[in-house]
């Protein structure tokens, strides 16, 4: 079968590249696609004002858009088989397991139902019966994976055009559309001192929401399963350490002065890592 006579799907995070990326299908710019996005149930206020303004557009301008809800990462955050990357007293972080049960699957399982499938069990969709982009940018290309998935093909829109996050921002400036804040659940672990900060200032409700996530789970409720976590803390800033007692405004100069202007990029973004 011929690629272009294949079904395109963006797994949309609401986060800077894949809106550009449902953006440009809507426009023309690109194919029409499919856009799935897997709510976890926990995201910032932001994200959800995105989510609400470009879905709303895009079923407007002709896409398809599907919202999947019914999940709570806060309250399974902590979970075996789902945990987030928490940082720990014994080192870390733990293995993110996060992203796979909470975007990757559910999206994984919606294709197959949009392709008349069951969303888990046999049969299932012939090899190539699916193109899936992701929001990856040239700064980024390491992240850019072949499928793991059999049915899924792939493909990288933003590295065939050769945008990176700049060239993006700038995409949606220029047509006079919101730009999104980086797309993470709002006690992501990933966060840097600056975003930890803007949500401090800015976002009072939400800075709470994560101090208490942060201490409800300090005692590993995974070791205390016997889940294979032996560490007796668990932290969602990175140094190991309660986040409402943290020096955030010293981590974000230091980050300023060792990474510059150009900030590390995390993995949880696209919503689809790893594929």
Known sequence: MNENDVPRFLSWGCGLQSTVIGEMSARGDLPRCTVIHADTG???????????????RWRAMGLDVHILGG??????????????????DAGGPMQRQCTRHFKI?????????LLGFDPSKPPHPKPGAAVMWLGITVDEWTRAKPSRIAFMINRY???VAKMDRDDCTAWLESRGLP???????IGCPY????????IRDNAPEEWRQAVEFDEANRDNPLASRGAGSTANELYIWREA????EADLDDAA????????????MFACESGFCGV
Not at 42 to 56: H, K, L, P, V
Not at 105 to 113: A, F, Y
Not at 191 to 198: F, N, Q
Not at 241 to 244: A, D, I, V
Request: overall charge positive; aromatic content about 10%.
């Open 42 to 56: 926990w995201e910032r206020q932001a994200t959800i004002d995105i989510r609400e303004f470009y879905s709303e």
């Open 71 to 88: 999940q709570d990462i806060r309250k399974d955050g902590a979970a075996e088989h789902k945990h987030m990357p928490f940082f720990t």
């Open 241 to 244: 350490e309660p986040l409402s």
């Open 105 to 113: 699957r559910p999206v994984r399982c919606k294709v197959r139902e």
């Open 253 to 264: 100069r230091r980050e300023r002065r060792y990474y510059g202007t150009q900030m590390p």
């Open 157 to 159: 829109p933003l590295l």
């Open 191 to 198: 966060r840097r001192a600056s975003e930890w900060i803007d």
């Open 179 to 185: 730009v999104p804040v980086k797309s993470a659940c």
